[in-house]
């Protein structure tokens, strides 16, 4: 059996069918391309080439069970399955079920791995969308989200967080472009907070998944920022722990005599029940509950499913709706799909343009509608150039000295084309000069004049702060 899609070219090609994870890595060792495409179990898979050191590694892309996971030196090195939103028609198969909090923070998964062409171990500290990950963006802290809430005394509270983070955590901390890109680096971070070697040591044959919170990590979910922003800093919740020979994760009380062992802190249980009817009866109450609390919500596990239970405001956003009929991405949600892809590392090879924006794409279908995605396209283009626009100009700003502000914005508008050759794809500067079509001509010059309007604005506050 095969499913037909069209290509970007408009021409029919096949979507392979597969049986084994073994059917997949031969695709994947075999190919020449950047992506990927496979059915696997009836779900869709999009797997993306990612560059590691002098190596790279493959990523699933898609919002499923097998989210995040990684093909690397000839092993698998698994993510946490994506959960669903509970709903009315949402079937559980088992009676017994508990309701764990669900904090609002960061995957982090810790685990001890054997090269598949070498057999020498590797450590593991990663999220869910990077097997490696070094940092990951704080779209919170970033100037964009700040400076676009509509309530400036949000804007106010979180810029404030930010200045106490950044003063007490130096060195946790990427800040770029005068915080157009805030990260934080996570392996400081968690060796700080856990004993990761005994950890991985307890058995170099488990995943362990943490939730990494608090005042250092803060995530928008609902428009109010009155949800999941935590008092204390920082804090690891150990939430589940996946036997990968078994292949399977533990149960909760598993799981807390492990935790008891390595002396780390286990989500809470919240709610138990012993029939799913009891539970499905108590679904407002528990909703209702999460709203109370003001957390992002809770995760039901019975020991072979795991559905998420949000309470209705954080899903019902009034400003999200608004956006989505209105057929834009709501905001805080396209810079929660960029924080998945975007790293301040990728940001500085604008030759990586493309990859980005269509990982990012793929990230935003797994919310919203493709005619959606597709209407969002050029403002998902837009904001990645205007990101990496800027980190170019820092560089330039670093490598050379300018006499006058004149001479060093006629060198930016010359040079950041130069360095950013992918960047003709959004914005043509010379197509803009010779076509004789004023509409696209005007459109161009739009696009030209609000991405280097972004650029110049950041350049005159390193002038200020440093001198020409």
Not at 4 to 18: A, D, G, M, R, Y
Not at 134 to 142: A, D
Not at 338 to 356: C, F, G, M, Q, R
Request: aromatic share 12%; charged share 30%.
């Amino acid at each position: 059996m095969q499913e037909f899609i069209l290509s970007k070219e408009n021409e029919p090609q096949t979507t392979p069918v597969v049986n084994s994870l073994s059917e997949i890595e031969q695709i994947l060792k075999n190919s020449i391309n950047k992506e990927e495409k496979v059915i696997f179990d009836k779900h869709s898979m999009f797997f993306s080439r990612m560059p590691y050191l002098n190596s790279e590694y493959w990523i699933q892309r898609r919002e499923n069970k097998l989210y995040g996971w990684a093909f690397f030196d000839n092993i698998w090195i698994p993510s946490y399955p994506h959960l669903h939103n509970i709903k009315e028609t949402t079937k559980l198969t088992i009676e017994d079920s508990i309701l764990e909090l669900k904090a609002n923070g960061t995957n982090i998964c810790i685990g001890r791995f054997k090269s598949g062409t070498t057999g020498a171990d590797f450590n593991v500290i990663r999220t869910r969308m990077s097997p490696f990950s070094e940092e990951f963006p704080i779209p919170t802290f970033w100037n964009e989200t700040i400076d676009n809430l509509k309530n400036k005394q949000i804007s106010e509270r979180l810029s404030h967080l930010r200045t106490e983070m950044l003063t007490k955590y130096p060195n946790w901390f990427v800040y770029a472009g005068d915080g157009e890109y805030v990260g934080l680096k996570v392996k400081e971070v968690v060796h700080h907070i856990l004993d990761v070697e005994k950890i991985i040591t307890y058995n170099t044959e488990y995943s362990f998944y943490f939730e990494l919170c608090g005042k250092i990590n803060p995530i928008i979910i609902d428009s109010e920022v009155t949800f999941g922003l935590y008092e204390f800093d920082y804090k690891m919740y150990l939430f589940d722990i996946y036997d990968r020979v078994n292949n399977k994760f533990f149960s909760r009380k598993e799981k807390e005599e492990i935790a008891l062992d390595l002396n780390l802190e286990i989500i809470p249980i919240q709610f138990s029940f012993n029939s799913i009817s009891n539970l499905m009866n108590a679904i407002e109450f528990i909703k209702a509950s999460a709203e109370k609390l003001q957390i992002d919500g809770f995760v039901l596990k019975n020991g072979c499913e795991m559905v998420k239970v949000k309470p209705k405001t954080v899903l019902d956003s009034a400003y999200r709706l608004n956006s989505m009929l209105k057929g834009f991405i709501y905001l805080p949600d396209l810079l929660n799909y960029i924080s998945k892809v975007v790293t301040v590392e990728a940001l500085k090879h604008p030759e990586e343009y493309d990859n980005i924006v269509e990982q990012i794409v793929e990230e935003a279908k797994s919310d919203y509608s493709e005619e959606i995605v597709k209407n969002n396209y050029n403002e998902i283009q837009k904001r990645i150039a205007h990101y990496m626009a800027i980190l170019t100009a820092e560089q330039i700003m670093q490598e050379k000295t300018f006499t006058s502000i004149g001479e060093m914005f006629t060198f930016m508008n010359i040079e950041i084309p130069k360095r950013f050759v992918p960047l003709n794809k959004y914005m043509n500067f010379e197509l803009e000069k010779t076509t004789e079509d004023k509409e696209l001509r005007d459109k161009l010059k739009r696009k030209r004049t609000d991405m280097f309007s972004k650029v110049a604005k950041y350049c005159m506050k390193k002038i200020n702060k440093n001198g020409v």
